[in-house]
Nanobody, 119 residues
Framework: QVQLEESGGGLVQAGGSLRLSCVVS????????MGWFRQAPGKEREFIAR????????YYVDSVRGRFTISRDNGKNTVYLQMNSLKSEDTAVYYC????????????WGQGTQVTVSS
């Protein structure tokens, strides 16, 4: 089984930065692809970024591209989301999730970490 646990959320002023971490335990072969999602109050869950095993393939949605950076350290079984130039609209619960390959479903999810950006 795979377990994921996010951390690093908190309260930050607009324009500030946070780095989220997602520690993965269990079978790492099931975490070839790691993604970050978020869910803002009253809104549906939104995909924001993903990364493959080697870190060479990353993708971001337009709303975060250039501000957020996804990375991973497989030796530490950890995926990161560096968030810079935060905006109030970035306020959400952030989730990490894993998939066994590009194009497959995200089968494993963390519990989420709250990010609140004050305007």
């Amino acid at each position: 089984q795979v377990q994921l646990e996010e951390s690093g959320g908190g309260l930050v002023q607009a324009g500030g930065s946070l780095r989220l971490s997602c520690v993965v335990s269990g079978r790492t072969f099931s975490t070839y692809v790691m993604g970050w999602f978020r869910q803002a109050p009253g809104k549906e869950r939104e995909f924001i970024a993903r990364i493959n095993w080697s870190g060479g393939l990353t993708y971001y949605v337009d709303s975060v591209r250039g501000r957020f950076t996804i990375s991973r350290d497989n030796g530490k079984n950890t995926v990161y989301l560096q968030m810079n130039s935060l905006k109030s609209e970035d306020t959400a619960v952030y989730y990490c999730a894993s998939a066994r390959a590009l194009g497959t479903e995200y089968a494993y999810w963390g519990q989420g970490t709250q990010v609140t950006v004050s305007s």
